[in-house]
C-alpha cells in the first residue's frame, strides 16, 4: 500500500474518534448562542480557514483573534464549565486533536515498509485532523446543536 493510501486510512479513522468531541463543540456554540448575532459568519470563516490554510497556527491564531475582540462572557469567550469556547478550541486542537496526529504518525511508521512521518507529514496530518474537526463543529452547529 502507497504512503499517501495508509495516511489517508488513518486520518479517516483519527477524524471519526473526533467526532463526540466536534458535536460537544458545536452544541456550546449553537445551543448558548455563543457567537451571537454573526456566529454563522464566524463558524463559516474558520472553517474557510481551516480548509485553506497549510498551517495549524493560521487556523489558531484565528480563534485567538476572535476570542481576544470578543466581550466578555459572550461569543468565543462564552463560558461552560469554568471554560470559555474559544480557549477550549484552542486546547482541543493543540492537545486533542496533536494526540490524533501522533495516533496516525505512530500508525503509519509501524506499518511494514513505511518510514517514520517525516515534520512536513505530521505537519500536514495535523491540519487534516483539524480541517475535519472543524468540518465536523461546523455541521453539529448548523444542525442547531441537536444530537
Not at 484552542?90 to 505512530?106: E, H, S
Not at 491540519?127 to 442547531?144: D, H, M, T
Request: charged share 20%; hydrophobic share 40%.
Amino acid at each position: 500500500m502507497n504512503r499517501e493510501t495508509v495516511f489517508a486510512q488513518q486520518i479517516a479513522l483519527q477524524a471519526d474518534a473526533l467526532y463526540e468531541h466536534s458535536v460537544y463543540f458545536g452544541e456550546w456554540a449553537a445551543q448558548h448562542d455563543a457567537l451571537g448575532g454573526d456566529r454563522r459568519s464566524q463558524v463559516k470563516a474558520l472553517e474557510r480557514i481551516a480548509n485553506s490554510t497549510l498551517k495549524v497556527t493560521d487556523v489558531l491564531d484565528y480563534l485567538k483573534k476572535q476570542t481576544a475582540k470578543a466581550k466578555q462572557a459572550q461569543g468565543w469567550k462564552s463560558s461552560q464549565g469554568g471554560h470559555t469556547l474559544g480557549a477550549a478550541l484552542i486546547a482541543f486542537i493543540c492537545d486533542g486533536v496533536g494526540q490524533r496526529r501522533d495516533a496516525v504518525c505512530a500508525s503509519v511508521g509501524a506499518t511494514p515498509g513505511q518510514d517514520p512521518p517525516t515534520d512536513l507529514e505530521r505537519q500536514q496530518t495535523h491540519v487534516a485532523l483539524i480541517r475535519e474537526f472543524v468540518g465536523q463543529v461546523a455541521a453539529q452547529y448548523e444542525l442547531g446543536g441537536a444530537p
